[in-house]
């Protein structure tokens, strides 16, 4: 290497470290000049979120639309989470599905454009304006939201008083109901998202023993433990997603991936105990129709009528991109798949209904590196999941939820033509070409500011090169960024929530993220929500008809009461001149009674005058 080489090379090293000083100085800039930071007003514990959660639930179900209603009953619950899939994703993605497909990509719809019912769900943590996935995950499922990086737990966690701060997800719920419940990631299993449905602990890193400081292994366990040993995890019927080595069960090197993205959401947690989860679980389902599997032709090979608990771990780490994992019978299934096998292994005759949870995981890790076409394949494969799912169900008594746990810094921009590739360039011919898909920060600064021509003698260290000049179809190229980060942030807008089925008229309006738990547990008779739906009492099943009385006219024209296992004797009603508010009270032939207040969903229904 020539002396001008290696001065160039560390030129740029140097350039390098200015830009890492530079970065800390910006992000500490704050702090040294005093900027003001807000406190919030609310306490954001438990007790608030829950509260705040049921208030909007009663404001929802109070609406004249939802009062006419008869109230529903969702056997089923299925929740589909794009990791990062923010409303740029969407639009982007919808777009990249119909070009794939030949047609101008503008005009296409997701499978779950078509939903009925949307609304936008606001993300931020109790901690952070603009949120992480622990603790967005923690709010869709437990109703509570929580500090960034908490899994399963309000804010007040410490490595202290984790029983205390603990929280139930819907997976619990479900569980308590009788239901069978599952779990599905292109992700580690034990990672953010996922883990909110079934693990406790102060911090997401902790997946397995290996990232637990030395003097705190003794009282805390880890996350892939507590999947196979601890409830709800120990009593899921469905597993599937990545993270072997989290498990203790690596496979051979030549079944693995040939490529290797870098970024901190690829690394890895070792097992150092020398246990082998699998077998562990293994042995727990000693006598159960149970089956383990890690590549595509185990799952195929699956009787999923039959088998109780079928767990897959597909890959090391994260399973691949959907546009490079190997397709091949020792490879990995695809999202859609995976999906397919556990509605079957969670669909029984004459059960109590089923929950799961299907993560979109990778959606999320292509956008911190600035992979835009990875990201948006990623998109169109969770499309592909929900369609699947809506072919399997009964959408008469299944709740479909569609949504995103938070945005990214990705923009959607410049004033391309109809039809233009949405991957291609955002502006006219014969100008300096700039992307149509950019991003705020995240290494595609570097790689357009930095790259291989900086070796060549004569190369200008300064030089910016054109999006145009770079091999744009390689797998590893990136979309211009507009700050150098290793990985590009999250996006702290909110993001759309879609709902088809029973219970899916809640999803309205902008609420906060933690209401999603609330809508599943009203819909689905299961945790806190369940006793405002009185369909979920099989001892009064209560059906409301408007009819045309006069106003002021006797409220009880317009109730028709239907049970299913007893029969009412008497409905009486009695009033409080105080507050002006009215109490039906309902008994049925074994004398019991049910009181209806105007603040519950079906008394609002039958007790206003028509």
């Given at each position: 290497?020539?002396?001008?080489?290696?001065?160039?090379?560390?030129?740029?090293?140097?350039?390098?470290?200015?830009?890492?000083?530079?970065?800390?100085?910006?992000?500490?800039?704050?702090?040294?000049?005093?900027?003001?930071?807000?406190?919030?007003?609310?306490?954001?514990?438990?007790?608030?979120?829950?509260?705040?959660a049921e208030n909007y639930l009663k404001q929802v179900l109070s609406y004249d639309?939802?009062?006419?209603?008869?109230?529903s009953v969702a056997k089923n619950v299925i929740i589909f989470i794009g990791d990062g899939m923010g409303i740029a994703s969407l639009s982007t993605g919808r777009i990249y599905k119909g070009q794939r497909a030949g047609r101008s990509g503008e005009e296409e719809q997701l499978s779950f454009d078509t939903f009925p019912n949307t609304g936008m769900s606001k993300t931020y943590n109790t901690d952070r304006q603009v949120p992480d996935s622990a603790?967005?995950?923690?709010?869709?499922?437990?109703g509570v939201k929580t500090r960034s990086g908490v899994v399963g737990a309000d804010y007040t966690i410490t490595e202290t008083n984790l029983e205390a701060a603990k929280v139930p997800s819907f997976m619990e719920w479900a569980q308590e109901e009788g239901k069978r419940t599952g779990i599905v990631t292109t992700t580690r299993i034990t990672h953010a998202t996922p883990a909110a449905c079934y693990a406790h602990t102060m911090n997401r890193n902790y997946e397995c023993g290996a990232k637990i400081p030395v003097g705190m292994k003794s009282r805390i366990k880890d996350i892939a433990r507590q999947l196979v040993e601890d409830e709800p995890g120990r009593n899921m019927n469905v597993i599937?997603?990545?993270?072997?080595?989290?498990?203790g069960a690596p496979v051979p090197e030549h079944l693995k991936s040939e490529y290797r993205f870098s970024g901190a959401m690829e690394k890895s947690c070792l097992r150092t105990d020398g246990r082998n989860l699998v077998d562990d679980w293994r042995q727990m389902k000693n006598g159960t129709k149970a089956r383990y599997a890690w590549k595509t032709s185990d799952l195929r090979d699956v009787e999923l009528d039959e088998v109780d608990h079928l767990l897959g771990l597909f890959a090391d780490d994260h399973m691949s991109y959907d546009t490079i994992r190997n397709r091949e019978d020792d490879g990995e299934p695809s999202l859609s798949e995976m999906t397919e096998a556990a509605i079957?292994?969670?669909?029984?005759?004459?059960?109590?209904?089923?929950?799961?949870?299907?993560?979109?995981?990778?959606?999320?890790?292509?956008?911190?590196?600035?992979?835009?076409?990875?990201?948006?394949?990623e998109v169109v494969e969770l499309d592909r999941a929900v369609e699947t799912a809506l072919k399997l169900v009964d959408l008469d008594e299944t709740l479909i939820i569609v949504t995103a746990d938070h945005s990214h810094a990705m923009t959607f921009n410049g004033y391309p033509d109809r039809g233009n590739d949405i991957l291609g360039f955002g502006n006219r011919p014969n100008a300096t070409p700039y992307e149509t898909i950019t991003y705020a920060n995240g290494p595609g600064f570097l790689?357009?500011?930095?790259?291989?021509?900086?070796?060549?003698?004569?190369?200008?260290?300064?030089?910016?090169v054109k999006v145009g000049q770079l091999n744009r179809s390689d797998i590893t190229y990136r979309h211009l960024a507009a700050f150098p980060l290793g990985d590009e942030t999250h996006g702290g807008e909110d993001v759309a929530v879609f709902a088809s089925g029973?219970?899916?008229?809640?999803?309205?309006?902008?609420f906060e993220q933690n209401y999603i738990a609330y809508v599943m547990s009203y819909a689905g008779c299961m945790g806190p929500a369940k006793r405002l739906n009185l369909a979920c009492d099989d001892d009064f099943r209560l059906e409301f008809n408007q009819s045309s009385g006069a106003a002021g006219s006797h409220p009880m024209a317009a109730i028709t009461i239907i049970t299913t296992t007893t029969t009412i004797n008497s409905v009486t009603s009695s009033k409080r001149s105080s507050s002006n508010s009215e109490t039906w009270t309902i008994t049925n032939s074994h004398g019991n009674r049910k009181r209806l207040g105007r603040t519950t969903a079906i008394a609002s229904a039958c007790c206003r005058n028509v």
């Amino acid at each position: 290497m020539s002396s001008n080489v290696r001065f160039a090379s560390n030129r740029r090293m140097l350039l390098m470290l200015l830009s890492g000083l530079l970065f800390v100085l910006i992000c500490d800039i704050d702090r040294v000049l005093g900027a003001s930071v807000y406190k919030s007003p609310n306490l954001d514990d438990a007790r608030h979120w829950k509260r705040s959660a049921e208030n909007y639930l009663k404001q929802v179900l109070s609406y004249d639309e939802n009062r006419r209603m008869r109230p529903s009953v969702a056997k089923n619950v299925i929740i589909f989470i794009g990791d990062g899939m923010g409303i740029a994703s969407l639009s982007t993605g919808r777009i990249y599905k119909g070009q794939r497909a030949g047609r101008s990509g503008e005009e296409e719809q997701l499978s779950f454009d078509t939903f009925p019912n949307t609304g936008m769900s606001k993300t931020y943590n109790t901690d952070r304006q603009v949120p992480d996935s622990a603790g967005t995950a923690t709010a869709m499922f437990s109703g509570v939201k929580t500090r960034s990086g908490v899994v399963g737990a309000d804010y007040t966690i410490t490595e202290t008083n984790l029983e205390a701060a603990k929280v139930p997800s819907f997976m619990e719920w479900a569980q308590e109901e009788g239901k069978r419940t599952g779990i599905v990631t292109t992700t580690r299993i034990t990672h953010a998202t996922p883990a909110a449905c079934y693990a406790h602990t102060m911090n997401r890193n902790y997946e397995c023993g290996a990232k637990i400081p030395v003097g705190m292994k003794s009282r805390i366990k880890d996350i892939a433990r507590q999947l196979v040993e601890d409830e709800p995890g120990r009593n899921m019927n469905v597993i599937l997603g990545g993270g072997r080595n989290c498990f203790g069960a690596p496979v051979p090197e030549h079944l693995k991936s040939e490529y290797r993205f870098s970024g901190a959401m690829e690394k890895s947690c070792l097992r150092t105990d020398g246990r082998n989860l699998v077998d562990d679980w293994r042995q727990m389902k000693n006598g159960t129709k149970a089956r383990y599997a890690w590549k595509t032709s185990d799952l195929r090979d699956v009787e999923l009528d039959e088998v109780d608990h079928l767990l897959g771990l597909f890959a090391d780490d994260h399973m691949s991109y959907d546009t490079i994992r190997n397709r091949e019978d020792d490879g990995e299934p695809s999202l859609s798949e995976m999906t397919e096998a556990a509605i079957r292994v969670l669909q029984r005759p004459g059960s109590a209904g089923f929950a799961l949870m299907v993560e979109g995981g990778r959606i999320d890790h292509a956008h911190h590196q600035n992979h835009a076409h990875l990201a948006l394949a990623e998109v169109v494969e969770l499309d592909r999941a929900v369609e699947t799912a809506l072919k399997l169900v009964d959408l008469d008594e299944t709740l479909i939820i569609v949504t995103a746990d938070h945005s990214h810094a990705m923009t959607f921009n410049g004033y391309p033509d109809r039809g233009n590739d949405i991957l291609g360039f955002g502006n006219r011919p014969n100008a300096t070409p700039y992307e149509t898909i950019t991003y705020a920060n995240g290494p595609g600064f570097l790689q357009h500011r930095w790259n291989d021509t900086l070796l060549t003698e004569d190369a200008d260290w300064a030089t910016w090169v054109k999006v145009g000049q770079l091999n744009r179809s390689d797998i590893t190229y990136r979309h211009l960024a507009a700050f150098p980060l290793g990985d590009e942030t999250h996006g702290g807008e909110d993001v759309a929530v879609f709902a088809s089925g029973p219970g899916a008229s809640l999803v309205r309006g902008t609420f906060e993220q933690n209401y999603i738990a609330y809508v599943m547990s009203y819909a689905g008779c299961m945790g806190p929500a369940k006793r405002l739906n009185l369909a979920c009492d099989d001892d009064f099943r209560l059906e409301f008809n408007q009819s045309s009385g006069a106003a002021g006219s006797h409220p009880m024209a317009a109730i028709t009461i239907i049970t299913t296992t007893t029969t009412i004797n008497s409905v009486t009603s009695s009033k409080r001149s105080s507050s002006n508010s009215e109490t039906w009270t309902i008994t049925n032939s074994h004398g019991n009674r049910k009181r209806l207040g105007r603040t519950t969903a079906i008394a609002s229904a039958c007790c206003r005058n028509v």
